[in-house]
């Protein structure tokens, strides 16, 4: 607090220091982005005093309402965290939205193709436009769902797509999520958040409303009932009390007002699936799972899982119920086959994608293998199935030893390595430790696909919170933002 | 060769248990070369059937028993026609298909000393091409000589480089050592499982017990023609005496039957089957 406690906010953010990054806010010092410009204003005119009243504020009703994610380190005890929610705003002008919007829409719509096709024609490799052994050799590829046909070939109904900026402030796609992309729970909150804290502000400003996902959301699963079902009944699916995201799935069962259930409230018989209720067994059509293919269903899947519900996969396969998202998701997670969306747009779509991926090098490709392995220290190695920001080498920052292990995980399994070049992510001024820094952001927006696809306008906005640090997911102490789409 | 099959399982269970779920693979196979002609599934309880076709064509059953109870007796009874010499046509196959059969699967690693017997048992054509057919049959043979067959050494668990490390084992073993040394040479190969018809006077070494006359074989399959089916534990191919219920990767996909239950109770199962001229 010393450095600012004497100034007003407008020479804190006056003497912000830019760096050599695309600053979301300004597009020079003190040179305020136009969509920034109400902001600067009215952020200048707090005393650095009352501002920092408020984040205490915003920062007290995120511990009171029990908003927590938990860390997994080294020893596999999580440590539950708040999440860190910083009061600046990220800003998106609706035309560059409108981009985005068009552009995920699209990315989705292939995603969704290229899933019923890999499960039943396997048309994309048959013209070999993606190896093989990139798609049977996923490890979330899975042969139970050969021939099995989901509800208006729709397998993922929400995803989570992670962008971010470059240096001349293209949104480019980090990487998809199609398995349960956590998070969206807190871009609600952030939004209640900023709603308290600075109401006027907010209600001049004319930013898009978001407080309407979880009903976009229940209506999505609805609309994929089976049997066109009038009046579904929808439940969510959750591990347990003990998963680092429980708080978001009780956050959006209440908010949907549909019932949390775990593996063991359910039961299979004659081919469809129930929930004990006191007055009996009643018929579920929609699954809404926030657990994981492997422990779904202990006949079809891991036996050793006491998570799921026996037989499931069964009932699923019969047509009686629908799981969002569909099983065998998750080999579009893997950050080798990301690579292919732009081509798998083409194929599917015949269009040009509208967002384009980070370029991308694969260890399976021999051209590509040699790269990586003679670049190391200018590249980002990422392992093809871990997330989070695990399993990741940042060339630059890695020491020699760090370097040489990945090269020698590379060499013995290229097809599990991706390498990227280090991408200087965009930053946003961030309040902590009593000042404001640039941190670098993300965008994760979500898109949900039913009948129709539908976007919330923006997503939850991840800042790095570390000085320095480009890993800006919550797992790995990172914060978050609300994220303002303007109407005009 | 008409042939009869009568499959049986008993599960007993010490305590009663709830929430019983059963997958069964029992119906043998109807393909160009074999055919099905009669199948009935008995449950004891009696039980609703629901059905579905899995990846690899296999006829699967599927029973819940939700309510308590501490016994589940699952009878198949078949009947069948098979031809004396086999070869299923299919010159292409599905890119699933080429890749599954091609790479390791759970119980078919492919380490270092499988390899080397796949190498070294090979044969070439006249113009330095790998002959297929002549490959698969001299890697039945090295099998077949290569293993013992001896039961109780090796068990449901047992992967392919243990049993070739063994020198020992059954059926599966012998099939999963077959399929490891093939496909550790580029040539496609997937698990057969399925019965053996034995006459009661003829009964050779490494023929199962009469009361539990299940079997596990390969297919091999040759380059735009299709499916030669060998028996590497009795180094023939398929013949009519052969009845085939389901194929896969391996063992993995094709247990006759899986199950899973709540509750503590230990299971205890008995299987008999008989297969009748």
């Not at chain 1, 050799?137 to 470059?166: C, F, N, S, W």
């Not at chain 1, 579904?232 to 998963?243: Q, R």
């Not at chain 2, 020198?167 to 040539?187: E, K, N, P, T």
């Amino acid at each position: 607090m010393s450095d600012v406690a004497n100034q007003s906010l407008k020479s804190v953010l006056d003497q912000y220091d830019l760096g050599r990054f695309f600053d979301e806010m300004f597009s020079a010092s003190s040179q305020p982005r136009p969509h920034y410009q109400t902001l600067y204003g009215q952020l200048g005119d707090l005393t650095p005093q009352s501002f920092d009243e408020r984040r205490r504020a915003a920062d007290a009703s995120f511990l009171y309402q029990g908003i927590t994610f938990t860390v997994y380190g080294d020893n596999d005890d999580g440590i539950e965290r708040i999440f860190p929610f910083d009061l600046i705003p990220r800003i998106i002008p609706q035309r560059e939205w409108a981009t985005i919007e068009k552009g995920l829409t699209q990315r989705v719509n292939a995603l969704n193709q290229f899933l019923w096709d890999i499960y039943h024609e396997q048309r994309i490799i048959r013209e070999k436009r993606i190896p093989a052994e990139l798609v049977f050799g996923a490890k979330h590829y899975r042969r139970e769902m050969i021939g099995l046909d989901v509800p208006q070939r729709v397998y993922a109904h929400i995803v989570g797509t992670d962008l971010i900026r470059d240096d001349a402030g293209n949104y480019l796609v980090l990487e998809d999520n199609l398995r349960s992309p956590s998070g969206v729970s807190y871009m609600l909150e952030n939004r209640q958040a900023m709603k308290r804290t600075f109401a006027r502000m907010f209600a001049r400003y004319g930013v898009r409303a978001i407080d309407h996902y979880p009903q976009e959301l229940l209506n999505t699963l609805r609309s994929v009932a089976p049997h066109h079902e009038a009046d579904p009944t929808v439940v969510l699916l959750t591990p347990g009390i003990y998963n680092s995201a429980y708080f978001e799935h009780s956050f959006l069962a209440r908010q949907m007002g549909i019932e949390i259930v775990e593996g063991r409230d359910l039961v299979v018989h004659d081919n469809k699936v129930f929930t004990r209720t006191v007055r009996g067994l009643k018929q579920v059509d929609v699954i809404y799972r926030r657990i994981d293919d492997e422990f779904i269903d202990p006949l079809g899947f891991r036996p050793d899982s006491a998570l799921g519900v026996a037989g499931l996969l069964n009932a699923y396969r019969a047509g009686n119920v629908t799981l969002a998202n569909a099983i065998g998701t998750g080999v579009s997670d893997d950050k080798a086959v990301y690579a292919y969306v732009p081509d798998m747009i083409r194929f599917y779509l015949n269009e040009e994608p509208i967002l384009s991926n980070v370029q991308t090098y694969l260890g399976l490709r021999d051209d590509d293998r040699t790269y990586m392995l003679e670049h190391l220290d200018q590249l980002v190695v990422k392992s093809v199935n871990e997330s989070g920001g695990y399993g990741m080498l940042i060339g630059p920052h890695a020491t020699r030893a760090e370097r040489d292990s990945f090269r020698e995980m590379i060499i013995a399994n290229p097809r599990n390595f991706i390498a990227q070049p280090v991408i200087s992510l965009s930053r946003h001024p961030t309040y902590f430790d009593g000042e404001i820094h640039g941190c670098h952001v993300d965008l994760r927006p979500y898109i949900l696909c039913g009948e129709k696809i539908t976007l919330v306008p923006g997503g939850l906005t991840r800042v790095a919170l570390k000085r320095g640090s480009l890993v800006v997911n919550s797992s790995q102490g990172g914060g978050s933002k609300d994220t303002w789409v303007l109407q005009e | 060769m008409r042939l009869q099959i009568e499959h049986t399982t008993q599960f007993e269970y010490d305590m009663p248990i709830t929430e019983a779920y059963t997958e069964v693979r029992m119906r043998p196979l109807n393909d160009d070369m074999q055919r099905c002609h009669t199948f009935e599934m008995v449950t004891d309880p009696d039980l609703n059937e629901s059905r579905y076709t899995d990846r690899f064509g296999n006829d699967v059953r599927f029973f819940d028993l939700i309510s308590p109870h501490q016994s589940l007796i699952l009878t198949s009874i078949s009947e069948v026609y098979t031809v004396s010499r086999y070869f299923l046509p299919q010159a292409e196959l599905s890119p699933l298909d080429l890749h599954d059969y091609r790479v390791p699967s759970p119980y078919v690693p492919l380490g270092p000393a499988v390899q080397a017997f796949g190498q070294a048992h090979t044969v070439m054509t006249a113009d330095g091409a790998l002959d297929v057919r002549a490959t698969a049959l001299s890697l039945m043979t090295a099998t077949y000589r290569a293993l013992k067959y001896q039961s109780g050494v090796t068990d449901v668990s047992t992967k392919a480089d243990q049993a070739l490390a063994l020198g020992a084992g059954v059926c599966q073993d012998f099939a999963h050592v077959m399929l490891a040394a093939c496909r550790s040479v580029g040539i496609l190969a997937r698990y057969v499982s399925g019965y053996l018809y034995v006459a009661v006077n003829n009964r050779q070494p490494n023929d199962p017990d009469p009361d539990l006359a299940t079997h596990a074989w390969v297919d091999v399959h040759l380059p735009g023609q299709g499916w030669i089916s060998l028996d590497p534990t009795h180094n023939c191919e398929q013949s009519e005496r052969h009845v085939r219920l389901a194929i896969g990767r391996d063992y993995t996909d094709v247990p006759p039957t899986r199950g899973v239950y709540k509750g503590s109770a230990k299971e205890k199962m008995k299987v008999r089957v008989r297969v009748f001229n």
